[in-house]
């Protein structure tokens, strides 16, 4: 797997398996809450987050400390880069200090490409652009896993469907590719407009309606529009229009015979995507998400790092 964590398409099956495999054993032993490990003792963490975060940056602090290595949150917008100092020049600086891994939210696509071959320490990739988020997509893997008895073969007979902003959205991408290297069939369904021109690289399937991705998966995983990206009027005529078309609701749902499962890697917006009766109902993973991200980010530093 090497030393970073960039891009689903970097790791092997087996990488991912160990990953979460690791993580399943980190649920197990951090009960009771607030365990430190200590596997990591001796590392350094720097935080670089350059967009707003919440589920992602809080959960790999957690995963950090249950594996008792010690973080430092780089405050972005306090620092030299503010003087003319270029980001790479800031990283080098601060493995200067002893930084082992930076983990690191951007909004630029490609910056990770550039920074590896210039970097010793582990880059981890929190978050970037509307490309890539790897993390996301393997914690929502395992939350699937778990879910489904602990069983890969009962993944491949599963039929999950993606639906929103998907164009914009670094999640789907990531989770596109995880889910093609584990054989599950993925549909995708939204606007035209927030769908992909090229389904067929990421070996998924364009619905025609909501009732028709309703009728034929077994998971669907929401996605936000991503409005900090882009001018949603451009794309279509109101929130409320696209509630009314592409939004869930337990109202929506009550026909469906097959339990069917619903998953948002966060923040959801209600009243749009999701409603909150649905988001808190007994057929949502969401918060199982939340929960399960920090022991696959915890088994991810600790596969990095421990050396």
Known sequence: MGKNFIDIKDFSKEDIIEILNRAKELKHLNKPKNVNLGLLKDKNIYFLFFEPSTRTKMSFLKAASLLGATTFDFETSKSSLNKGESLIETLVNLESLGAD???????????????????????????????????????????????????????????????????????????????????????????STYLLENPEVYNTEILNSLEEALNISDVIILLRIQLERQNAKKYFPSLKTYNYFYGLSLEKIKNIKKNIKIMHPGPFNEGVEINSELAYSNCSLIFKQVNNGVFVRAAILEKLLKI
């Open 101 to 191: 891994a930076f983990i690191i939210r951007v909004k630029e696509v490609g910056f990770f490409d550039i920074l590896k071959n210039k970097i010793k320490a582990s880059l981890i990739n929190a978050g970037e652009g509307t490309y890539r988020h790897p993390s996301q997509a393997l914690l929502d893997l395992y939350t699937l896993w778990e879910e489904y008895d602990y069983d890969f073969e009962k993944l491949k007979n599963l039929k999950i469907t993606i639906i929103g902003d998907i164009k914009n959205s670094r999640v789907a991408r990531s989770l596109l590719k995880l889910f093609s290297l584990f054989e599950i069939k993925t549909f995708i369904y939204g606007p």
